[in-house]
């Protein structure tokens, strides 16, 4: 049997499995928006300010809510690179 597959299909799929991992990423970013009340370079002048008692959550939550961020742009980069992917390879 043979299965057919055309480079527009696998872009499509590349695509939305990008899709899907953006908008996790999306929606962890608006719960520590929701949590902190405030947008990430708010939340990180706050924690660099160093206001307070050193807050071990904070910082934990800081690391990751810019790891999540980061790798947000690079969905974002993926997503284009895919947009203009001109050879597909199946491997």
């Known amino acids: 049997m ?3 597959v055309s480079k527009d299909e ?3 799929y590349e695509k939305l499995k990008v899709i899907t991992e953006t908008t996790l990423t999306k929606e962890k970013l608006k719960l520590f928006e929701k949590k902190y009340q405030c ?3 708010e939340f990180e ?3 660099k300010g160093g206001e307070g ?3 071990f959550e904070e910082w934990d939550d800081y690391i990751e809510w810019k790891a ?3 790798s947000l742009r690079n969905l ?3 997503s ?3 947009d203009e992917a001109r050879n597909i390879k199946v491997a």
């Open 39 to 41: 947008t990430f370079k």
């Open 53 to 55: 008692q050193e807050n």
């Open 2 to 4: 043979d299965i057919v």
């Open 80 to 82: 284009k690179a895919i």
């Open 10 to 12: 696998i872009k499509e």
């Open 76 to 78: 974002q980069q993926r």
């Open 68 to 70: 999540c961020g980061e």
């Open 45 to 47: 002048k706050k924690i």
